[in-house]
């Protein structure tokens, strides 16, 4: 369908690749953020919401700089990782996903939370007296009437994954076949000479990628309403 | 034989509710005017409110007790409740319903209960459906199924007859009468209408602005509803 180069596929192949784990590894932090903003109040609760929407304003440049000095060889959380657990983030492809994964992260937050506070808290009791304890009760009440909200979530995580540019080149810099996204791989065929033609062909990739996100997240979200409806 | 003792206090904003009675078996009645925390009451013995003093025991078992600090949790209580609006859960089929208290406890699969109870509330034709599809009676007739399902030790209605039109109460007393005459479950029955509880009941505890007036047989219900008495 895309007359693309193998260089080009890479990109492509890496951009589908951190954005689905970035989406997956942030769905678990996403739900609980989203409940304890729901559902809880603490002290710093105030603190916490601006923290989870402060990649949503920051620039991201700054959000990428914050990664490297934290997550990064030196930083102390990566040095911490990278000691004990073997996991390295700097200038790989796991960084882009970590990069992506926190870019996204607001965006996956506010539908999840959203669909949470709608949940009539009453069915939960009548679950309750049915013998389910909370752990069940969320799992087998909230999170499925949650689920429109979740999957709203997930996508619009994924697609501000796969588009994600400043906070990434910032944190794992630009490197074909490990670091170079889509978007990275654009902005560099648009500095060489006579790319034109093969940024083209990434930003039609892009844009198909990306509608066909929307479309998915909108059939998800309309089969788990139907459930409510009744076939 | 008692099998419900209740003696609670709570402060519910200007309210202050203080409920003592008892309760043998058979069909309890809550009576009282819209107000009198009837609802209340009945979540307290839920577990779904916590009284500020006072004990709830069942069975010779304490579920609640504030002096020894005891509280049993709604989902380890084993009291089957019937809410005003069903609140069945939208998501599940009417057999998911009815099958949620069961899957919870973990016990396998009994066709011959599950048949029975959809027999006695006349259900089996709806198990396929949701609830949104099924009239206000229907509705209120799965939550009735649900609630046995999951072999309560006593049953709590909270106006299960309240959301419903005339002829829907009409359709669906009969069947609180066939629980009554052959579930052999103790049942708290909540109402503020004298008629209903006639038909049901077996005792009487009278509340009014918090507080048990009376407590007895079907004498009673006077001949006008609660609300009329004030």
């Given at each position: ?121 009453r069915i939960e009791d009548a679950a309750a007296t049915l013998g389910a304890g909370r752990f ?96 | ?230």
């Amino acid at each position: 369908m895309f007359d693309l180069s193998p260089d080009e596929w890479t990109a492509v192949l890496l951009s589908l690749r951190v954005a689905t784990v970035a989406t997956a590894f942030a769905l678990p932090f996403g739900i609980a953020i989203g409940w304890l903003l729901a559902r809880t109040n603490f002290w710093g609760k105030t603190l916490l919401d601006g923290l989870v929407y402060l990649p949503l304003v920051l620039p991201p440049v700054v959000t990428g700089y914050l990664l490297l000095i934290s997550f990064g060889r030196k930083g102390p959380i990566g040095a911490f990782l990278d000691q004990n657990f073997g996991i390295v983030f700097s200038f790989r492809w796991t960084g882009a996903a970590l990069s992506c994964g926190v870019m996204g992260f607001p965006l996956m937050v506010r539908p999840i939370r959203l669909a949470l506070e709608a949940i009539d808290r009453r069915i939960e009791d009548a679950a309750a007296t049915l013998g389910a304890g909370r752990f069940l009760v969320f799992l087998t009440i909230t999170l499925p009437l949650a689920l429109p909200g979740v999957i709203a979530g997930a996508v619009m995580c994924f697609a501000r994954a796969l588009g994600e540019f400043g906070a990434t080149i910032t944190f794992v810099s630009n490197i074909p076949g490990e670091t170079q996204t889509i978007s990275a791989a654009i902005y560099t065929l648009m500095q060489i000479p006579g790319g034109d033609a093969a940024a083209g062909r990434l930003v039609l990739v892009a844009i198909v990628l990306a509608l066909a996100a929307l479309i998915a997240s909108e059939w998800f979200a309309r089969r788990a309403g139907m459930r409510f409806q009744g076939e | 034989m008692i099998v419900l003792a209740v003696d609670v206090e709570k402060q519910l904003g200007a309210f202050k509710l203080a409920a003592r009675f008892e309760a043998a078996g058979g069909v309890t009645a809550l009576f009282g005017p819209s107000g009198a925390g009837k609802t209340s009451v009945v979540n307290m013995i839920a577990g779904l409110l916590t009284p500020d003093r006072g004990s709830i025991a069942l069975d010779d078992k304490v579920l609640f007790d504030a002096a020894a600090g005891i509280k049993v949790p709604p989902h380890r209580r084993r009291i089957g409740y019937v809410f005003q609006d069903g609140r069945l859960f939208p998501h599940l089929s009417v057999r998911q319903n009815l099958d949620y208290g069961r899957r919870m406890s973990g016990r396998p699969r009994d066709p011959d209960e599950f048949e029975r109870i959809a027999a006695l509330l006349d259900i089996g034709q709806l198990l396929d459906r949701r609830p949104r599809l099924l009239s206000g009676g229907e509705r209120q007739r799965v939550a009735v199924g649900r609630a046995l399902l999951m072999r309560p030790r006593l049953l709590l209605l909270d106006e299960p007859l309240a959301s419903l039109d005339a002829g829907h109460k009409r359709e669906i007393l009969p069947y609180f009468v066939r629980l009554r005459d052959d579930a052999g479950v103790p049942m708290v029955y909540v109402s503020h209408m004298a008629g209903e509880l006639r038909r049901i009941a077996t005792n009487v505890v009278r509340l009014d602005a918090g507080r048990v007036v009376a407590a007895g047989g079907l004498e009673l219900l006077d001949e006008t509803d609660a609300d009329a008495l004030g």
